[in-house]
């Protein structure tokens, strides 16, 4: 089993908190890592349709059964069950008693907010990160290659055909969950909505634009990217405005978290396909970013990440706001740094008073510093403490 950054922190927390909560994307490795790190737990999924109906008829004698806690998988299919686990941790203030798994945060946030707010510990579990699959860079593979298998752990463990299990995976889980939770008459609108987006991938995100090419309207495009946002598919980058007078750009960027399913919806069939694709440097700063999403979230924090972009060109594509400074990176696939790649960090340094570092991540080897600005090779991201 491949260890994962977070497991020391969950361990940490089920030592703080009753009941800990990991929500994620399907196929993230929710119920690998639960039954790994509390193997001695009972474990119970409510996929199971005899463990649900249980679990939501007689909720008392379904948990009676755990004195000691146990792990609940998928626990979103009864929400209601989450009153009645309170009343236990509220009676026997054990650290650790429960540990629960849900795929759909949208509906599992909303009855944790009301039944265990102050109770739980909130993980946030996506696929693998780069340097869990390949702890050591010299193993690691080509950056196609690398993004064309992307990221769930499924496919890494078994060794399974990117494009075949990626397939599967839209057409069982995302389809068949969305389409439940957003009630869609027709899919093929849908399908056609989420090749659009994988094309818009590291742009600034247009509801308009994508509307009128699926035959939408404007509030349906909002309400699907925010189911896919929600669940771990998506994530929109805000825009970073503190301080400056100057006319920004404010809507967010969208980035597809996994660069394997974007490449998948690009229609994108084998590795050598990235190296000429259009797309290739969208796909590469998809890459990274999703990177730095998974870097804060191992470490339990909320992502910091934001974009600067002023109305005359001038943008920086990852601004990293810690408060006292912050930490700007621009985002580029060539193997060749250019003085024009490093104008827009310059220009945010001339433009902010804030201390902190610039960096340019490239898709070349080595890394190195020119002109006060760290140049990271993207082999080399994982170990640089950002």
């Not at 059964?65 to 989450?82: C, H, M, N, S, Y």
Request: net charge positive.
């Amino acid at each position: 089993m491949i260890k994962r950054r977070i497991s020391s922190k969950i361990l940490q927390l089920a030592k703080q908190y009753p009941v800990i909560t990991i929500t994620g994307p399907r196929q993230s490795g929710k119920t690998t890592l639960c039954r790994d790190l509390f193997s001695r737990r009972d474990y119970i999924t409510l996929e199971d349709l005899d463990e649900r109906e249980f679990a939501r008829n007689d909720p008392r004698g379904f948990l009676a059964r755990f004195p000691k806690g146990a792990v609940i998988d998928e626990v979103q299919r009864v929400p209601g069950i989450l009153s009645y686990i309170q009343g236990i941790v509220d009676s026997s203030d054990i650290p650790g008693l429960f540990i629960l798994t849900g795929s759909h945060q949208f509906d599992l946030i909303s009855s944790i907010t009301q039944s265990l707010a102050g109770r739980t510990a909130l993980v946030n579990l996506l696929p693998f990160s780069m340097d869990e699959i390949y702890p050591s860079s010299k193993n690691i593979p080509s950056f196609d290659e690398v993004i064309f298998r992307g990221f769930y752990p499924r496919i890494h463990d078994k060794k399974l055909d990117p494009t075949e299990a990626l397939s599967f995976y839209v057409n069982t889980y995302i389809e068949r969950d969305l389409r439940n939770i957003i009630n869609i008459k027709d899919l093929s609108i849908f399908d056609r909505f989420l090749k659009l987006c994988a094309g818009r991938t590291g742009q600034i995100l247009n509801l308009s634009g994508i509307g009128n090419d699926c035959g939408i309207n404007h509030n349906t495009v909002k309400s699907w990217i925010s189911v896919l946002e929600t669940s771990g598919i998506i994530k929109l980058l805000p825009p970073y405005f503190k301080s400056f007078n100057k006319r920004l750009i404010k809507s967010p960027k969208l980035y597809f978290l996994d660069p394997g399913l974007a490449c998948y919806l690009l229609g994108i069939q084998e590795a050598g396909h990235v190296t000429s694709h259009p797309l290739r440097g969208a796909l590469f700063e998809s890459f990274i970013f999703s990177e730095l999403v998974k870097t804060r979230y191992n470490q339990v924090k909320n992502d910091n990440l934001y974009y600067f972009r002023d109305n005359t060109g001038n943008e920086v594509d990852i601004i990293m706001d810690y408060g006292s400074k912050t930490v700007r990176l621009e985002i580029k696939s060539g193997m060749t740094v250019s003085t024009d790649i490093l104008k827009g960090l310059k220009f945010y340094s001339s433009l902010s008073n804030s201390p902190g570092n610039s960096y340019l991540v490239y898709g070349g080897e080595k890394s190195y510093t020119r002109e006060g600005i760290n140049i990271l090779s993207w082999k080399d991201l994982a170990a640089k403490d950002l």
